[in-house]
T-cell receptor, first 110, second 112 residues
């Protein structure tokens, strides 16, 4: 059962463009995490959002947690080729097990 | 500080062969996890260990066994490999905030 749905699945943009990717669920999460995975590597944690409505910024990346704690978004401003990768959202519904979305594959071309 | 290390990085097995994937972390984390990542399926939890001495099944445990050898090490064993187990396997560890997990570089396994 896929608890977290991510969209879009693929995104190809040019350097300098802005983009938003989404992570949606019908379940409430106590927190959501965003990871970035580069080819041939393991996922790397970018941020955790905990409070409904919370907004966190990491340089050009802005993360938002929905008021009802069922969804999250990641906005990238002025994308750069270094932003290329697979963006994964994840959350714990109960216990220790993280549920991952299938990810958004982002390609930023110069 | 190496973080989470995994060996081997690549492996090719024939159907029916067995092997053990090794994972170690040097962050003094209590919890450790094994995931597999397949195209179009995302990351799926195979087994996890909330603390030394305990292990629990995740979403896709069939065909696998695990051992939490000590606080640092968590191994994944395939007793009789099948082509359906061709995948990339990731080990992860989690600290006080168990939902913030740190991943190793992965083992790319092909079963022919």
């Amino acid at each position: 059962t896929q608890l977290l749905e991510q969209s879009p699945q693929f995104l190809s943009i040019q350097e300098g463009e802005n983009l938003t990717v989404y992570c949606n669920s019908s379940s409430v999460f106590s927190s959501l995490q965003w990871y970035r995975q580069e080819p041939g590597e393991g996922p790397v944690l970018l941020v955790t959002v905990v409070t409904g409505g919370e907004v966190k910024k990491l340089k050009r990346l802005t993360f938002q947690f929905g008021d009802a704690r069922k969804d999250s978004s990641l906005h990238i401003t002025a994308a750069q080729p270094g932003d290329t990768g697979l963006y994964l959202c994840a959350g714990i519904n109960s216990g220790y097990a993280l549920n991952f979305g299938k990810g958004t594959s982002l390609l930023v071309t110069p | 500080n190496a973080g989470v290390t995994q060996t081997p990085k690549f492996q090719v097995l024939k159907t029916g062969q067995s092997m053990t994937l090794q994972c170690a972390q040097d962050m003094n984390h209590n919890s450790m996890y094994w995931y597999r990542q397949d195209p179009g399926m995302g990351l799926r939890l195979i087994y996890y260990s909330a603390s030394e001495g305990t292990t629990d099944k995740g979403e896709v445990p069939n065909g696998y066994n695990v051992s939490r050898l000590n606080k640092r090490e968590f191994s994944l064993r395939l007793e009789s490999a099948a082509p359906s187990q061709t995948s990339v396997y990731f080990c992860a560890s989690g600290g006080t905030l168990v939902y913030e997990q740190y991943f190793g570089p992965g083992t790319r396994l092909t079963v022919t």
